[in-house]
């Protein structure tokens, strides 16, 4: 049985298009989501041109610190930028500028902003961090032209702003949507979709090698050897089984180490991938037994497993769908590890908390294999 499933698996891997679809499109799909959506994204991005300085450094370190994306160019580069959408503002120093804003005069400078829906954000952004340059300059100034150093000046300043309690912002945000997603990663909910996603796909798409097993005679010759049909069955089913776990536990290593997203308690993550990945492997196997063409199942499989993942959360997060929307998403395996990986990720939930989702996970996937077995040995002593 063992000996069967890892073939499998290994047939799987063999198929060069495979490397793309498993390995890296996956990844491609976080990073798209990631740059929408999660509390950790950049308040957009300013290019900065022009005259470098203790102006200019001292207004990047203020964006920098509002989590702002910096970067650095020639002027006329960065206006194409700016128009073509690539840079949310573009910020330029004047020559002199430095010199000014060290001697206490006016200066000005020139801001560009895009046509981008971030834009308006970004710019308030900008003219925050000017304006606290701007407040810094005008301290040290006041004190410099009452007797003091400028070094002495801002030490004191440095010394003042440790003695005094600034005034602090509370805001509560009543808002049931908002606070569903507060405090979720930038990566986080595009790499528990794609888990479902591409689990349920590379599962689907696995099914090509049980029609290849079919129709070459790879299976009839395995039951010619000293092995029961029984064993036979369970290493088709346990291959399916490897192929999409081996596809999520990829996913989740893999964004964890690259995006930092966090899964939340790995034990109760693996109980769900593992649930998961045996209702798709039930659905392959459904597929392979019914289907006697590979082309005609990858495209099969391609369509179901887009509509399934659309319709249970994998492309747009489950809270966004009205309240019928989401009973009818109930069909889907989908849904329900959508809702387990919610629970574990925002809420720390436990093993009590996520136990209707992996009974509904454990009942899909008892009955998609017991099918998926009995069309397979059907099929099979069809064609004997």
Do not use: C
């Not at 010394?159 to 005094?164: D, K, L």
């Amino acid at each position: 049985m063992l000996t069967i499933t890892g073939a499998e698996l290994r047939r799987f891997l063999r198929d060069r298009s495979n490397i793309f679809f498993v390995f890296i499109f996956p990844l491609l799909l976080v990073v798209v989501i990631g740059a929408q959506f999660g509390s950790s994204a950049t308040t957009g991005r300013v290019s900065i041109a022009g005259e470098d300085g203790p102006l200019r450094q001292a207004v990047v370190k203020e964006l920098e610190a509002s989590n702002s994306t910096v970067a650095f160019g020639d002027w006329d580069d960065i206006v194409e930028e700016v128009s073509r959408g690539r840079t949310t503002v573009g910020l330029r120093f004047p020559d002199g500028s430095n010199a000014a804003f060290t001697a206490g005069k006016p200066v000005e400078l020139e801001m560009l902003p895009s046509s981008q829906s971030a834009s308006i954000a970004a710019q308030q952004i900008v003219r925050a961090a000017v304006d606290k340059v701007e407040l810094d300059q005008a301290q040290v100034a006041s004190l410099v032209r009452r007797g003091m150093t400028a070094s002495a000046a801002q030490s004191a300043i440095a010394t003042a702003r440790t003695q005094v309690t600034a005034p602090s912002v509370q805001v509560e945000d009543v808002d049931e949507l908002a606070q569903e997603f507060s405090g979720l990663g930038q990566f986080d909910l595009g790499a528990s979709s794609m888990v479902l996603l591409f689990t349920f796909l590379s599962s689907l798409a696995g099914s090509a090698t049980l029609i290849q097993a079919r129709r070459q005679g790879v299976i009839a010759r395995a039951l010619a050897a000293p092995v029961s049909n029984t064993q036979v069955l369970l290493g088709q089913a346990g291959g399916r089984f490897t192929i999409a776990l081996f596809q999520a536990v990829y996913i989740v290593v893999a964004t964890s180490l690259l995006f930092g997203v966090d899964w939340g308690n790995l034990w109760l993550t693996a109980l769900v991938l593992v649930a998961f990945s045996a209702v798709s492997a039930g659905a392959a196997m459904v597929l392979g037994s019914l289907i006697d063409n590979e082309g005609a199942a990858s495209g099969i499989g391609v369509g179901l497993g887009l509509v399934m993942a659309g319709l249970g959360g994998g492309m747009v997060p489950l809270e966004l769908f009205s309240d019928t929307l989401r009973t009818v998403s109930k069909v889907t395996p989908h849904a329900w590890a959508y809702e387990a990986f919610a629970e574990i990720q925002r809420h720390n939930g436990t093993l009590v908390d996520i136990l209707p989702q992996l009974a509904a996970l454990t009942a899909m996937a008892v009955v998609a294999l017991v099918v998926g077995a009995w069309l397979l040995r059907r099929s099979l002593a069809r064609a004997m």
